[in-house]
């Protein structure tokens, strides 16, 4: 019934994680715009 709720909230974990990675490996790497 309330599928859509849980595909909603693991996209959203999902983005969250990943952008995470992302940013960090920016951050790590090679990063010209280091805030």
């Known amino acids: 019934m309330d599928t859509i709720w849980w595909v909603a ?8 994680l990943v952008a995470a990675v992302v940013d960090g490996r920016g ?9």
């Open 9 to 16: 909230l693991v996209a959203v974990v999902l983005l969250a």
């Open 27 to 35: 951050r790590s790497g090679r990063g010209p715009g280091g805030r």
